[in-house]
């Protein structure tokens, strides 16, 4: 009896079997995908970095394609040398990192900007960069130079809220542009001041409060109507690159998940950021930062995009090349420097990147 009845039953635990061994290898097969790719963006990260700590100049700087010694690159690289868990004096890195942050520190004015003055894109958007770096490494340096580094961002610091109190035109009240005194401002510069101040702010800078609010108010007035993202300037329409500036500055300014905040995350998910849009490594940066702070499914999807989109396209030397008109004075270094600070977010190395 006992026979017959295993013998009956038997065509059903083969089903069952079988079907658990699918829904096994189902289950499976998201893990592994996953594990494959952040192996695949761990070698990409491995050879920007050699590919970046080639590039450097014996002066401690790193060079654009169109204007020689930068602030602002030299600074971009030493960020994404940290963003991948290297710090300054210890480590493969270390004094390359040293060099780097003292060359920047080595040129900042008497008003505070750091800036090569005979080479710059525009003092605001490279003094924010720098100011930023500053605000990151500042509580990593060699006890030497870490009172150096202090003063140089105290100033910088002061630089930037001079610059936001300047007056300005109607809808450009809280916000910067390129110059110091400008009488508007754009949502593009505005993003590394916003996060230069709150990086500041983190490690015990005077950042008053209304600062904070006055930029947030900016950036909200740069958002499209019906909460469809983020444009250059208040009344622009959205881009991808400047929706995830404008999301990124309200929660790191601790306006998190805002109706504007929100609906830039869904239209940026729907209108995702190509290799063809101008701007595009400056985007892949912001909206890497923005939708991770804004996290779920909204980080997900957009760090699998960037993965997807950036990888395939990296060079030989593990630099990347940037080929629209609107990046490729800045050069590869430029590109290299932020497809790796968007790359390694997860890694959660950079202060600024802490939910």
Not at 116 to 127: D, K
Not at 275 to 296: I, Q
Request: hydrophobic share 40%; glycine share 10%.
């Amino acid at each position: 009896m006992t026979s017959r009845t295993s013998l009956k039953n038997w065509p059903r635990f083969v089903f069952l079997a079988v079907l658990l061994l699918c829904l096994g290898s189902i289950c499976a097969a998201p893990a592994s995908a996953q594990q494959i790719n952040e192996q695949a963006v761990d070698a990409s990260i491995a050879r920007s970095l050699e590919f970046l700590a080639s590039q450097q100049q014996p002066n401690g700087s790193w060079r654009t394609d169109s204007w020689g010694d930068s602030t602002a690159i030299t600074s971009l690289a030493v960020m994404s040398f940290m963003a991948a868990g290297h710090v300054p004096g210890e480590g493969p890195y270390g004094d390359q990192i040293t060099r780097a942050v003292m060359w920047v520190v080595s040129l900042q004015e008497q008003n505070g900007m750091l800036i090569n003055s005979q080479r710059t894109h525009g003092p605001m958007y490279s003094h924010g960069i720098c100011t930023l770096m500053l605000a990151e490494v500042c509580g990593m340096m060699p006890d030497s130079d870490a009172p150096v580094v202090r003063r140089a961002l105290e100033r910088a610091i002061r630089l930037i809220l001079q610059s936001q109190a300047y007056d300005k035109n109607d809808r450009h009240q809280g916000g910067w542009r390129y110059q110091i005194d400008s009488r508007d401002s754009d949502l593009s510069v505005t993003g590394w001041q916003v996060m230069a101040l709150r990086a500041a702010k983190d490690i015990g800078c005077d950042v008053p409060a209304d600062a904070i609010d006055g930029a947030v108010g900016y950036v909200k007035a740069c958002g499209v109507r019906e909460n469809r993202g983020f444009g250059y300037q208040p009344g622009n329409g959205p881009t991808p690159t400047l929706t995830g500036t404008g999301i990124m500055c309200l929660e790191v300014c601790g306006a998190h998940h805002t109706e504007e905040a929100m609906g830039g995350a869904n239209w940026l998910l729907a209108n995702p950021l190509r290799e063809r849009d101008s701007y595009f490594y400056y985007g892949v940066y912001y909206t890497g930062v923005g939708m991770y702070k804004m996290g779920g499914d909204f980080a997900d999807n957009n760090r699998r995009h960037l993965i997807e989109t950036l990888l395939p396209i990296q060079d030989a030397d593990g630099g990347w090349t940037p080929t629209h008109g609107s990046e490729r004075g800045a050069g590869r270094i430029y590109s290299t420097s932020l497809a790796v600070l968007a790359l390694a977010i997860d890694y959660g190395y950079l202060p600024i990147y802490q939910r």
